[in-house]
């Protein structure tokens, strides 16, 4: 099962909005809608800010939404913050009844 | 508040077994409304995905075909915890690995992880 594939960087500006893309195919992410986004800082566990394309645990800010479109799914930051600068990966399971995350996204706060 | 421990070592020989355990407070391992997993990260592989338990009535279990015919992931009811044994290791098998429960429809979103435990293979 091959990893979902994510943009290397994405970068903006603060209150800018960004989005980052998680590109599956039609046996995971196109077919479920188990899709999940994690914020990672070094050396620290990564933290679930999306799950389900869309839902957000409690305690999540609103500046985080998820969606999803055919075989690709998209987390978008609003109001970007200089405390987003970190790694972000997606994950969705699979027709293999296994999960796959994504290749990872670095976020950079100009 | 849930909170996951682990515990184990941090070095293994190769060809020998890795074990990890994982301790949960603020839940039960055997609750219906989560499972429990096991993920490793490594610069060479990313985030992988090993494996999880849950309670439905009985014990399930779900492995990653890379690893599913080394792998064993047991939940302990005494102790609360669960533990990932992982046979015949190589030092492909070095990374930083996790424990998480799971929630959501079908428990696929990662709320609460544990501090990680990095474990290397090497003679």
């Known amino acids: 099962q091959s990893a979902l594939t994510q943009p290397a960087s994405v970068s903006g500006s603060p209150g800018q909005s960004i989005t980052i893309s998680c590109t599956g195919t039609?046996?995971?992410?196109?077919?479920?809608?188990?899709v999940s986004w994690y914020q990672q800082y070094p050396g620290k566990a990564p933290k679930l800010k999306i799950y389900d394309v869309s839902s957000r645990p409690s305690g999540i800010s609103n500046r985080f939404s998820g969606s999803k479109s055919g075989n690709t799914a998209s987390l978008t930051i609003s109001g970007l913050q200089a405390e987003d600068e970190a790694d972000y990966y997606c994950?969705?399971?699979?027709?293999?009844?296994?999960?796959?995350f994504g290749t990872g996204t670095k976020v950079t706060v100009l | 508040q849930v909170q996951l421990q682990q515990s184990g070592p941090g070095l293994v020989k190769p060809s020998q077994t890795l074990s990890l355990t994982c301790a949960i407070s603020g839940d039960s391992v055997s609750t219906n409304s989560a499972a429990w997993n096991w993920i490793r990260q490594s610069p060479s592989r990313g985030l992988e995905w090993l494996g999880r338990t849950y309670y439905r009535s009985m014990w399930y279990h779900d492995y990653a075909l890379s690893v599913k015919s080394r792998i064993t992931i047991k939940p302990d009811t005494s102790k609360n915890q669960f533990s990932l044994q992982l046979n015949s290791v190589t030092p492909e098998d070095t990374a930083v690995y996790y424990c998480?429960?799971?929630?959501?429809?079908?428990?696929?979103?990662?709320?609460?992880w544990g501090q990680g435990t990095l474990v290397s293979v090497s003679s």
């Open positions: 994950s969705s399971y699979t027709s293999s009844s296994i999960l796959v």
């Open positions: 039609s046996s995971d992410v196109g077919a479920y809608d188990s």
């Open positions: 998480a429960r799971g929630v959501g429809s079908w428990y696929w979103g990662f709320e609460y």
